[in-house]
Structure formats: structure tokens, C-alpha cells
């Protein structure tokens, strides 16, 4: 398996401007997770989803960011309208029921000017 | 709410050295505790885990040690390589995975 598959790795845009990060998780994992990470704020879960569904998105900071898992294989992670505080890297993780381990993929290092 | 506490600091290990990296976490209802390796530019790696019930794993060059009673976790890695050069994090489960700050161990020749 390829693990983790993010994309973009870089994404330099504007402030306002939509950003769209994606994530494919390792095929047989069951719970996928959005996690920010900044030098201020260290790791913080944004997201978590189980089969697909969304369960806990108290980490979300506000309504600028949403997220989607339209299938198994496939999650993103949305800021519209950008902003230059939303500058950090946007880390994806998955792991399988009964797994506490998380696998994370490479990031996806966000820069808002 | 309850929290892995850290600090970031830095560890200075000359290559060869032992390498001890702390971590005071304060949720007691946690269970399960992983360490994880974050290199420059990557996403953090598991590196080993240990559950409540146990006070010592021991893996390839790594050893968890968990005192629950002062809630506190350590990582130790034996004759410390550059490649061991990296960002450590603790995490807690106790319901939903947490992290720690992380500390930036940096291996000297």
C-alpha cells in the first residue's frame, strides 16, 4: 500500500481565495482524521470520520472549513473564504476499528499571503 | 479540559548517546499512549505504544516507560543515530487521541 496519499504537498494562495485539500486513506481503514499543525498550536484534530460518516468536528475552528468523505477512499478538507491565519500544515491520518495507531500522510503545507 | 502536557524543547545527544525524551500527560482516565517520530517535512511516524497495564515495552532501540502514578511517559532511545534526528511526540488516548508539543531532539557527531 502507498499509505496516506495527500494533495496538494504545497498550495500558496490569497487571501479569499477557496482551497480544497484531499486525502486518500490506506484501502481497509475505516476512520479517517484532519489534523492542523502549527509551530503555536502543535497537532490539533480538526475532524475524525467512521465509515464514512463525520463524528466529531468540534475541532473545526469555524464555518470557513468543511469537511467531506464521499466514499472510503476519498476525504477533503475545504477553507472558503481563505485566510492568512489558516496558514499551516493540514495533515491526514487513517487507521481500522480496534487500531489505536494512526497513520499519517505527508501533509499538505498551506501559505494564505 | 485535560491535556498531554510538553514543552518544546530541544535535545542536544551526541551520536551513540542514550536519548530520553519525558512527557507529563494529565488525563487519568488514558489508556493507551504512542510515541510518535516527525521528520522534517513528513507526517509523524509510530514508533511504539504501551497501554495502561503495562510500565515498560521495549522495541528495536526504543523502550516506553509509563509511571502512572505520577503520570508521566518516557522514550528512550539507545545509541541515539542521525537519523534519530527528529521531532518526538507523545499522545494520550483516553477517548480521543491528543497530542503532545513535541520535543525536538537533534543528534550531534
Known amino acids: 500500500d502507498a499509505g496516506v496519499i495527500q494533495s496538494p504537498r504545497h498550495e500558496v494562495t490569497e487571501m479569499g481565495q477557496e482551497v480544497t485539500l484531499r486525502c486518500k486513506p490506506i484501502s481497509g481503514h475505516d476512520y479517517l482524521f484532519w489534523y492542523r499543525q502549527t509551530m503555536m498550536r502543535g497537532l490539533e484534530l480538526l475532524i475524525y470520520?467512521?465509515?464514512?460518516?463525520?463524528?466529531?468536528d468540534s475541532g473545526m475552528p469555524e464555518d470557513r472549513f468543511s469537511a467531506k468523505m464521499p466514499n472510503a477512499s476519498f476525504s477533503t478538507l475545504k477553507i472558503q473564504p481563505s485566510e492568512p491565519r489558516d496558514s499551516a500544515v493540514y495533515f491526514c491520518?487513517?487507521?481500522?476499528?480496534?487500531?489505536?495507531?494512526?497513520?499519517f500522510g505527508a501533509g499538505s503545507r498551506l501559505t494564505v499571503l | 479540559g485535560e491535556s498531554v502536557g510538553l514543552h518544546l524543547p530541544t535535545l542536544s545527544v551526541q551520536e551513540g548517546d542514550n536519548s530520553i525524551i519525558n512527557c507529563a500527560y494529565s488525563?487519568?482516565?488514558?489508556?493507551?499512549f504512542i510515541w510518535y517520530k516527525q521528520e522534517s517535512g513528513k507526517g509523524p511516524q509510530f514508533i511504539i505504544d504501551?497501554?495502561?497495564?503495562?510500565d515498560k515495552r521495549q522495541g528495536q532501540r526504543v523502550t516506553v516507560l509509563l509511571n502512572k502514578t505520577v503520570k508521566h511517559l518516557s522514550l528512550q532511545i539507545a545509541a541515539t543515530q542521525p537519523g534519530d534526528s527528529a521531532v518526538y511526540f507523545c499522545a494520550e488516548n483516553g477517548g480521543k487521541l491528543q497530542f503532545g508539543a513535541g520535543t525536538q531532539v537533534v543528534v550531534t557527531p
Open positions: 491520518a487513517s487507521s481500522f476499528t480496534g487500531a489505536n495507531v494512526l497513520t
Open positions: 488525563n487519568s482516565a488514558s489508556d493507551y
Open positions: 504501551i497501554r495502561s497495564n503495562m
Open positions: 470520520f467512521n465509515n464514512n460518516v463525520p463524528i466529531d
